[in-house]
């Protein structure tokens, strides 16, 4: 009987202690668990999986940053009395394709438990994902997908920090009209990118009765020779040449306008920042001086104390000057956790209330807002733009002049001599 | 249209027709022989990209590209020599039923392999070797040097192999096993060494087409896949195990997708190559140089 007493006591004191254990947690004696954001960008063929990449190690410096810098989330911050809470990183790879980007953004939410995602590069893969944040109520912020249709159509938990199509198409038709060209060829690939700036330049010539007559081509992405295309451009005798492919197309437009004398007789502007990249000089050589071409960033750009921060501490964790690619990228993590600290709370759908309603700090300074705007001008913020051009073989878009806008100009179109 | 532009235009499509019968030669050579197709053709014309890029950059140097192009092509066909024997001759070897099956499960996931070995041994960036030759004017059409030496060198390699197939003692068995294996086996003949040899010879031939295009078309992991299928379309409006034909529907893929894409639109250049081979298919199901054939 003793023993049996004394059997029971043991058990009665080890339920004690799991329940104090239990209680303990519950309180926050140990470690709150890590918040999860996710990252969902192209990181295997066919997307551009550089881009990919960069916007990787963007994202894994803003966790740093929120890490170190910020010393977690919530912690009293704001007046929230949460405890401390560090953030972690999970990846998926969406190829630039549709039906992965609806696969991990899946996986990030259900088994990752993310409370944002972002890092988006290409807009087909976007546009497939986002309805799955509406249903999950998961807050998605567009890095760098451009396309109208992302903002336009009004998701609820869609967000974006990169210029939208109009964007683009003001800056390349305000820089058109500054140089006093009228005559301008645009190659463009079958994507939501490609035919979106297609659509938005058109739209815009047309709003502004612009004397600019536009020949705009889209080609199969896929394609890898398009000489016969160029061919009939070159015989048009454009002004300028509009870019608008995408990883390896735009790479195959340079060469191959180059091989039939068309580039860089006829000026060719790239529609995104495809050349900041190491990668650019080692295909093209001298073939790729005298492009110009759309950049999100230049060091001549004012950076904000969070972009400096970010500028910094990239060169000395990568080795590397940091990319439009690698701020933007951090700037989403760090906009994801500033709202999860202004709303106090992980879950997405306050994230996504805190969201609309707050402003938060940018890496370029002037701080974002996401409004429950008219149009394509829901819940988008944009960075602005400069048209850069370089002006000599293996230069860094850091040295390359600023061509527009005027504002910032640092040089003027050189022509091959 | 003015004459020019379609001259140019014309030319602009011979010349990369005559680059796409390099890979539907590979690919038909191999169905001839071992009656197999290799979906993984494409791939081995990446790996040739490959090869041949690291040998420029890493070895040889940017002048010596003609030194660094027969070790490309060497290297893929070793490559596909050790495929075949370690892959594909045991399910000739055991007799396994339904081959076809086998043979496209073992190339389809060599693909697979292939593809995710390159992004883990280079990463999924897109390289480029500098251009094999300066600027050609081919008549009106200003060409890029390294597509004129990719079309002769396609010549060249096909005049070699049609030389080879016709005139020596490897060709004579190659041609025998193509006709019929059981009477090439009663003749003596070692089937899975010839095998070994045609599955190499065929896959060199990609090896060579992905090299001598690697300044033109970039070298990235999935540079492979568009080569596959126009491989395979060439083949099939040329008729199967037809190696003229092969030569001739590559001219006129190449004819249709320039002219396609210019007078119609470019939005669908790959749709004018299945446009054809449809059409084909419907006037003439054996393809241009095919025969009919009846099995028992």
Known sequence: MKAAMGRGGVAALTVAMALALGVATSVGWAAPAPVTLGVLTPLSPPGDTSAGQLIVRGAELGVQYINTAMGGLFGGKNGCTLPATPVRLAVEDSSGVPERAVAGFRRLVTEDHAVGVFGAFHSSAMLAAAPLADEFMVPYISTQASAADITRKHFAAVFRTHPIDPDRAATWLGFIQAQGWHRVAMLAENTDYGIGLVEATKALIAQKKMNVALDAVIFDRTSSDLTPQLLKFKAARPDLLINVGVGTPAYLIIKQAHDIGLFPQTPMLGSYDFPVRAEYWKNLGPTGVYLTFISYYHPRMALSPLGKWAAVEYAKRYHDTAIYSNLNAFGDAVILAEAMSQACSRDPRKVIAALERGRFDTWIGGGATFPRADGVLWHQWSPPLVILQYTQAEQTYDQAPILYPPSMKTGTYQAPR | ?296
Not at chain 2, 68 to 87: C, E, F
Not at chain 2, 131 to 136: E, T
Not at chain 2, 137 to 163: C, D, E, Y
Not at chain 2, 250 to 258: D, I, M, N, P, R
């Open chain 2, 1 to 296: 249209m003015d004459p020019t532009l379609l001259t140019q235009y014309v030319l602009a499509g011979l010349v990369i027709g005559g680059i796409y019968c390099l890979m539907a030669v590979g690919i038909t050579f191999i169905y001839s022989v071992m009656k197999m197709i290799n979906w993984a053709m494409g791939e081995f014309y990446m790996i040739g990209g490959y090869v041949q890029y690291v040998l420029i950059t890493a070895w040889l140097g940017p002048q010596r590209w003609a030194l660094a192009l027969p070790l490309a092509v060497l290297t893929v066909a070793a490559l596909g020599m050790l495929v075949q024997r370690l892959l594909l001759q045991p399910m000739f070897a055991g007799q396994l039923e339904r081959l076809d099956e086998y043979a496209t499960i073992v190339t389809i996931s060599l693909t697979v392999l292939f593809r995710n070995l390159a992004v883990v041994l280079f990463g999924p960036y897109q390289f480029s070797p500098r251009d094999y030759a300066p600027p050609v004017q081919l008549g009106p059409l200003p060409i890029n040097g390294s597509r004129v030496v990719a079309f002769l060198g396609a010549a060249v390699l096909l005049g070699l192999f049609a030389l080879v197939v016709r005139r020596t003692w490897l060709g004579l068995a190659l041609r025998s096993v193509a006709q019929n294996r059981l009477g090439a086996l009663a003749a003596g003949i070692n089937l899975s060494r010839i095998d070994m040899l045609a599955f190499g010879i065929g896959v060199g031939l990609a090896g060579a087409a992905g090299a001598l295009l690697a300044p033109v078309f970039l070298v990235y992991p999935e540079s492979g896949a568009l080569s596959t299928v126009k491989g395979f379309e060439i083949i099939v409006i040329g008729g199967l195990g037809s190696l003229p034909g092969s030569i001739v529907g590559g001219f006129l893929l190449g004819l249709v997708e320039s002219l396609g894409s210019v007078l119609i639109s470019p939005s669908f250049r790959d749709v004018y190559g299945f446009g054809l081979l449809l059409l084909l298919l419907a006037l003439r199901p054996t393809g241009l140089w095919g025969e009919q054939a009846r099995e028992a």
